[in-house]
Nanobody, 125 residues
């Protein structure tokens, strides 16, 4: 059934923080590149951050210095720590896995073949 499950979304004031979690259902996900994407109302789903199997990291320019992606291989879980949140960060956040890559962090939505159902993040001003 569901391969990836996100949690940790919610409502926060501008300048606040949230930590999102993505739990993978099978141990094989520990070898895959894992990414976070987000989709605001009426907009396209866009890249946020990615982390490969040996923990190399890439970020979208819009979140550099504010967001941190990490993974706990023992718990088969990926995290997105979001600090200094802005109203423009409001979106549904999706966890994704790229089973075709162990070491290259793709920023393209079409490269990822496993997706969670999303978790809502709302930042008020």
């Amino acid at each position: 059934q569901v391969d990836l499950v996100e949690s940790g979304g919610g409502l926060v004031q501008a300048g606040g923080s949230l930590r999102l979690s993505c739990a993978a259902s099978r141990r094989t996900f520990s070898n895959y590149v894992m990414g976070w994407f987000r989709q605001a109302p009426g907009e396209e789903r866009v890249f946020v951050a990615a982390i490969c199997s040996i923990d190399n990291i890439d970020y979208a320019d819009s979140v550099k210095g504010r967001f941190t992606i990490s993974r706990d291989h023992a718990k088969n879980t990926v995290y997105l720590q979001m600090n200094n949140l802005k109203p423009e960060d409001t979106a549904v956040y999706y966890c994704a896995a790229d089973s075709g890559n162990y070491y290259y962090n793709s920023k393209s939505r079409e490269e990822y073949d496993h997706w969670g159902q999303g978790t809502q993040v709302t930042v008020s001003s």
